[in-house]
């Protein structure tokens, strides 16, 4: 009867309307302010207020726009987050047919209440979570919910009218009725439905931040304490010398000028655009910079298995015959031009009773494939369309068959006869073609096609093949053929699906991709591990994860049920098991989020592969959400950082590839820039102490850092691959920026810099130069310093001179513009006496080159140890 008008509105004030919950909305001005929240940024604030000090406008303004792209450009992409939930609330039902106070009326999905009688029919999508209490022939769509293509039928079994509604068969919110019709009660409504804890769960902060702003936080801190101290010990020298306060104020500018790595974030954003450029070429769309290089950090896939390592078709792949001949058919997706093969060549016969076998998948079958313009268009069951492809495939298209057997009758599919037949008119007889599951078929079969011949049935080798066939993860159907005289006013039905000839069976699957394996080898030399998460059953994700060519032990195969009872001990004990587990069956879209955090937990970077909505809040607090983009739900894209456009699990590959390129070349510039910025901190160090006068002018540091040094960390970032990148294991999700290598090269950068230029210019004052002659060389010496050593950052491991110098023409083009931007100012009126710098003799020059390529050549002797250390390991 359903609810009565007024108790629908006493729940409707209960439980709310049936929408989706609606994301918290900053205010525009708040989402922007929260994009300065960083420790770098605080850095370049500093920077700029140190510009402004100097009356340095340009170089102020030029920071502080820096600051408002990134700004604006966070905003945007914190915005874009709350596309998914909108994404979401398009599967909503606008309307629904429930039954109130006694009659079926058509009523605003909003306003379903837990307890509303709602009506199902094709073609609708569910309005609420329902505990169906009838259904005829109900047939749902909930791959966007499981991640699996296969429709779901709805049977009532045994479940009485009066029990629980959470008891009975489900329908859920969001799906699409494809087939039948059903009736039921609603069991949840809005937030409470499967599809909005979903939307909840997306709705909420990234439960992960990327590698790349983890190491960057952890490296701005550093440096803020590195200038900190500095800044701290030369003033506290300068007060003991008794430097006046003007002095010292204009020395710890010129420090700080000195320090902090203005150029490092424009450097960044250059690195991460190109690489950004790179991938998108191979099919690799990045929809939030940071995951650029996250790609190339994961240390852990977790990829989901329709759509992603399988083709999201299900195909038939195998056909068995009675006699133990196997064919393997063809799993492309052209029908024009896939054939059935065999191993080698099959023999004629086989072929001829493959055909057979062929059209009694094809004549019973209520499906439909049709060619519409250059592209195949299917109506139907998955199962029935993937079967009329193979017939295709055999040059059996249905429309030719049923010429030549034209319909009488047919008995549809029904998920309790487990079997569909049909019967047609051939010549003087009624043939009779039968497809269903294999215990069926086999009982109503007396005989079995045995090299062409009718030969007595054995049943139990028929099962055994079955067996065989389904332990592979195959979907098994079973086909068989009949005759009978008897005309149409005899009836066609059941009673006639006796003494038939079994055919064979067919085996079909949702293939792996071809260029999968060979993707997955590839993860395995770069030492990133690959981990399946799916909700098929286990047997079927273990033939899977075989065939795409994961390495796995059967101990390392989990279940939801696993997962759960793990859950239920705690967050240790599903940690333990994560650590173990490579296969994961039958999970639960809650359950998967669990997983990935759990992953984390164990130390991995992991990026984790999805297309549905069941895969939203893992690709949401996951490290990187990579989406399917051609058959990915809005939902799964719009959770994304990265959006893979041909669904082509091998173009993750390309793309860790090329976030390793954009993190390697970051760690150039940080190099680059921060052995430069060291250097001449010790060279104060060493200066101010002894009572030296100051080495270079705060001007002069500044027309150093963000002059002669402004363009040669840009080029620097645009850096190509070495070729290697895929060689190596990947960094350790604990490596700091400053590992070790990183470390020992700036201390023996900055000691080669940095001594030696306290060196040259002790040497000068003593040997009678003025402090103005003394710092005009000094500085051309770190500007040739700087250029040498940019260079020399090309590579962490390989020669300038294996790389190339011509390999890299910005590059080279930048550092000869630098040095020559420095030759003109020692020439130009005004430039020279503002930076006190003057043309300089030939010997001078060349001692100052001949003492400069001395920070090239300590970092060359030093890779080359590196390497000889390497190839003894």
Same mark, same amino acid.
């Given at each position: 009867m359903g609810l009565s008008q007024e108790e629908a509105d006493i729940r409707l004030m209960q439980f709310g309307p049936n929408t989706l919950p609606e994301p918290q909305a900053s205010s525009l001005l708040a989402t922007f302010l929260r994009q300065f929240r960083s420790p770098l940024i605080y850095i370049l604030l500093a920077?700029? /207020?140190?510009?402004?000090?100097l009356g340095d406008v340009r170089d102020a303004l030029f920071i502080g726009i820096v600051l408002v792209a990134n700004g604006v450009i966070g905003c945007m992409q914190e915005h874009s987050a709350g596309k998914a939930a909108l994404a979401l609330r398009k599967l909503e039902q606008p309307k629904s047919n429930a039954v109130r106070d006694g009659q079926s009326q058509e009523i605003d999905a909003r306003l379903l209440v837990p307890g509303d009688l709602v009506l199902l029919e094709a073609g609708g999508r569910v309005p609420a979570d329902i505990g169906l209490t009838a259904a005829t022939d109900l047939v749902c769509d909930e791959s966007?919910?499981?991640?699996?293509?296969?429709? +779901?039928?709805?049977?009532?079994?045994? +479940?009485?009218?009066?029990?629980? @509604?959470?008891s009975r068969p489900m329908a859920f919110a969001g799906t699409l009725v494809t087939r039948g019709r059903g009736r039921g009660i609603v069991a949840a409504t809005g937030a409470a439905t499967e599809i909005g804890k979903i939307a909840a769960a997306i709705g909420k902060e990234s439960l992960a931040k990327p590698p790349l702003m983890i190491r960057l936080d952890r490296f701005s801190q550093l440096i803020a304490w590195i200038v900190a101290a500095a800044v701290a010990l030369l003033v506290l020298v300068g007060i003991a010398r008794a430097m006046t306060p003007s002095q010292l104020f204009m020395m710890s500018v010129g420090l700080a000028v000195s320090a902090i790595p203005e150029g490092l974030p424009i450097a960044i954003s250059v690195a991460?655009?190109?690489?950004?450029?790179?991938?998108?070429? %191979?099919? +690799?769309?990045?929809?939030?910079?940071?995951?650029?290089? %996250? *790609?190339?950090?994961?240390?852990?896939i977790a990829t989901d298995k329709t759509g992603t390592l399988t083709l999201n078709e299900l195909t038939v792949t195998d056909i068995r015959l009675p006699d133990g001949t196997d064919i393997i058919c063809d799993t492309g997706t052209d029908l024009d031009a896939c054939t059935i093969r065999g =191993?080698?060549?099959?023999p004629a016969e086989a072929r001829e009773r493959a055909i057979a076998l062929l059209k009694a998948a094809s004549l019973p079958n209520e499906g439909s494939l049709t060619r519409e313009d250059s592209s195949w268009t299917a109506v139907g069951d998955t199962v029935d369309i993937a079967l009329l492809a193979a017939a295709y495939k055999a040059g059996l298209p249905r429309e030719a068959i049923e010429d030549d057997y034209p319909l009488i009758a047919r008995i549809p599919y029904e998920p309790d006869l487990k079997y569909a037949a049909s019967f047609h008119r051939h010549g003087d007889s009624i043939r009779i073609f039968v497809k269903g599951a294999a215990e069926t078929l086999i009982d109503m079969a007396d005989r079995m096609d045995m090299a062409g011949r009718a030969e007595p049935i054995d049943r139990d080798v028929l099962l055994r093949q079955k067996e065989e066939m389904a332990a592979r993860g195959l979907r098994v159907l079973a086909f068989a053929e009949g005759e009978t005289a008897i005309e149409a006013d005899g009836g066609f039905g059941r009673h006639l699906l006796v003494d038939l000839v079994f055919l064979g069976l067919a085996g079909m699957q949702d293939p792996v991709r071809p260029e999968v394996p060979q993707a997955i080898r590839d993860c395995h030399s770069a030492g990133v591990d690959v981990a399946m998460v799916t909700g098929d059953d286990p047997k079927t994700a273990g033939a899977i994860a075989s065939h795409a060519g994961l390495i796995f032990t059967e101990d390392q195969v989990v279940t939801g049920e696993d997962v759960r009872v793990a859950e239920e001990n705690g967050q240790e004990s599903l940690d333990h098991l994560t650590r173990h587990g490579r296969i994961y069956a039958r999970v639960a879209p809650s359950q998967k989020l669990e997983i990935i955090l759990?992953? %984390?937990?164990?130390?991995? $970077?992991?990026? +984790?592969?999805?297309d549905g909505v069941n895969d939203a809040p893992a690709l949401k607090h996951a490290h990187i959400g990579v989406a399917m983009g051609r058959k990915g739900t809005e939902v799964a894209k719009e959770s994304a950082d990265i959006v893979i456009? =041909? =669904?082509?699990?091998?173009?993750?590959?390309?793309?860790?590839?090329?976030?390793? @390129? %954009?993190?390697a070349n970051i760690r150039k510039v940080i190099f680059m820039l921060m052995s430069t910025g060291a250097a001449e901190l010790l060279l104060f160090l060493l200066a101010i102490p002894l009572g030296m006068p100051m080495p270079l002018l705060p001007v002069q540091l500044l027309w150093l850092n963000l002059v002669t040094n402004g363009v040669q960390d840009i080029t620097l970032a645009s850096e190509g691959p070495e070729g290697d990148e895929l060689s190596r294991a990947p960094r350790k999700p604990s490596e700091p920026i400053f590992d070790r290598l990183m470390i020992r090269r700036i201390?023996?950068?900055? /000691?080669?810099?940095?001594a030696g230029g306290f060196a040259m210019f002790y040497l000068l004052l003593e040997q009678g130069y003025s402090e103005s002659e003394a710092r005009n /060389? /000094?500085? *051309?010496? $770190?500007?040739? $310093?700087?250029? $040498?050593?940019?260079?020399?950052?090309r590579s962490e491991r390989r020669s300038i001179f294996a790389l190339g110098v011509l390999a890299n023409p910005l590059l080279l083009a930048s550092v000869v513009a630098a040095q020559t931007l420095h030759i003109a100012a020692m020439y130009t009126p005004l430039l020279n006496d503002t930076l006190q710098v003057s043309p300089i003799s030939l010997t001078e020059w060349a001692v100052l080159l001949v003492a400069a390529s001395s920070v090239l050549l300590v970092m060359e002797v030093d890779k080359w140890r590196v390497r000889r250390s390497t190839r003894g390991q």
């Amino acid at each position: 009867m359903g609810l009565s008008q007024e108790e629908a509105d006493i729940r409707l004030m209960q439980f709310g309307p049936n929408t989706l919950p609606e994301p918290q909305a900053s205010s525009l001005l708040a989402t922007f302010l929260r994009q300065f929240r960083s420790p770098l940024i605080y850095i370049l604030l500093a920077a700029t /207020l140190v510009s402004l000090t100097l009356g340095d406008v340009r170089d102020a303004l030029f920071i502080g726009i820096v600051l408002v792209a990134n700004g604006v450009i966070g905003c945007m992409q914190e915005h874009s987050a709350g596309k998914a939930a909108l994404a979401l609330r398009k599967l909503e039902q606008p309307k629904s047919n429930a039954v109130r106070d006694g009659q079926s009326q058509e009523i605003d999905a909003r306003l379903l209440v837990p307890g509303d009688l709602v009506l199902l029919e094709a073609g609708g999508r569910v309005p609420a979570d329902i505990g169906l209490t009838a259904a005829t022939d109900l047939v749902c769509d909930e791959s966007l919910l499981t991640g699996e293509s296969a429709p +779901v039928h709805k049977t009532m079994l045994a +479940v009485e009218a009066t029990s629980e @509604v959470h008891s009975r068969p489900m329908a859920f919110a969001g799906t699409l009725v494809t087939r039948g019709r059903g009736r039921g009660i609603v069991a949840a409504t809005g937030a409470a439905t499967e599809i909005g804890k979903i939307a909840a769960a997306i709705g909420k902060e990234s439960l992960a931040k990327p590698p790349l702003m983890i190491r960057l936080d952890r490296f701005s801190q550093l440096i803020a304490w590195i200038v900190a101290a500095a800044v701290a010990l030369l003033v506290l020298v300068g007060i003991a010398r008794a430097m006046t306060p003007s002095q010292l104020f204009m020395m710890s500018v010129g420090l700080a000028v000195s320090a902090i790595p203005e150029g490092l974030p424009i450097a960044i954003s250059v690195a991460l655009a190109i690489s950004m450029r790179r991938m998108a070429k %191979a099919h +690799v769309i990045v929809r939030r910079m940071p995951a650029v290089e %996250a *790609l190339g950090s994961c240390t852990m896939i977790a990829t989901d298995k329709t759509g992603t390592l399988t083709l999201n078709e299900l195909t038939v792949t195998d056909i068995r015959l009675p006699d133990g001949t196997d064919i393997i058919c063809d799993t492309g997706t052209d029908l024009d031009a896939c054939t059935i093969r065999g =191993d080698g060549t099959p023999p004629a016969e086989a072929r001829e009773r493959a055909i057979a076998l062929l059209k009694a998948a094809s004549l019973p079958n209520e499906g439909s494939l049709t060619r519409e313009d250059s592209s195949w268009t299917a109506v139907g069951d998955t199962v029935d369309i993937a079967l009329l492809a193979a017939a295709y495939k055999a040059g059996l298209p249905r429309e030719a068959i049923e010429d030549d057997y034209p319909l009488i009758a047919r008995i549809p599919y029904e998920p309790d006869l487990k079997y569909a037949a049909s019967f047609h008119r051939h010549g003087d007889s009624i043939r009779i073609f039968v497809k269903g599951a294999a215990e069926t078929l086999i009982d109503m079969a007396d005989r079995m096609d045995m090299a062409g011949r009718a030969e007595p049935i054995d049943r139990d080798v028929l099962l055994r093949q079955k067996e065989e066939m389904a332990a592979r993860g195959l979907r098994v159907l079973a086909f068989a053929e009949g005759e009978t005289a008897i005309e149409a006013d005899g009836g066609f039905g059941r009673h006639l699906l006796v003494d038939l000839v079994f055919l064979g069976l067919a085996g079909m699957q949702d293939p792996v991709r071809p260029e999968v394996p060979q993707a997955i080898r590839d993860c395995h030399s770069a030492g990133v591990d690959v981990a399946m998460v799916t909700g098929d059953d286990p047997k079927t994700a273990g033939a899977i994860a075989s065939h795409a060519g994961l390495i796995f032990t059967e101990d390392q195969v989990v279940t939801g049920e696993d997962v759960r009872v793990a859950e239920e001990n705690g967050q240790e004990s599903l940690d333990h098991l994560t650590r173990h587990g490579r296969i994961y069956a039958r999970v639960a879209p809650s359950q998967k989020l669990e997983i990935i955090l759990s992953l %984390a937990r164990n130390g991995h $970077f992991v990026a +984790v592969t999805g297309d549905g909505v069941n895969d939203a809040p893992a690709l949401k607090h996951a490290h990187i959400g990579v989406a399917m983009g051609r058959k990915g739900t809005e939902v799964a894209k719009e959770s994304a950082d990265i959006v893979i456009t =041909d =669904d082509n699990f091998a173009s993750i590959v390309s793309g860790i590839r090329e976030g390793r @390129v %954009a993190y390697a070349n970051i760690r150039k510039v940080i190099f680059m820039l921060m052995s430069t910025g060291a250097a001449e901190l010790l060279l104060f160090l060493l200066a101010i102490p002894l009572g030296m006068p100051m080495p270079l002018l705060p001007v002069q540091l500044l027309w150093l850092n963000l002059v002669t040094n402004g363009v040669q960390d840009i080029t620097l970032a645009s850096e190509g691959p070495e070729g290697d990148e895929l060689s190596r294991a990947p960094r350790k999700p604990s490596e700091p920026i400053f590992d070790r290598l990183m470390i020992r090269r700036i201390w023996q950068s900055t /000691l080669v810099m940095g001594a030696g230029g306290f060196a040259m210019f002790y040497l000068l004052l003593e040997q009678g130069y003025s402090e103005s002659e003394a710092r005009n /060389l /000094l500085l *051309l010496l $770190f500007v040739l $310093f700087e250029n $040498f050593q940019t260079l020399a950052s090309r590579s962490e491991r390989r020669s300038i001179f294996a790389l190339g110098v011509l390999a890299n023409p910005l590059l080279l083009a930048s550092v000869v513009a630098a040095q020559t931007l420095h030759i003109a100012a020692m020439y130009t009126p005004l430039l020279n006496d503002t930076l006190q710098v003057s043309p300089i003799s030939l010997t001078e020059w060349a001692v100052l080159l001949v003492a400069a390529s001395s920070v090239l050549l300590v970092m060359e002797v030093d890779k080359w140890r590196v390497r000889r250390s390497t190839r003894g390991q």
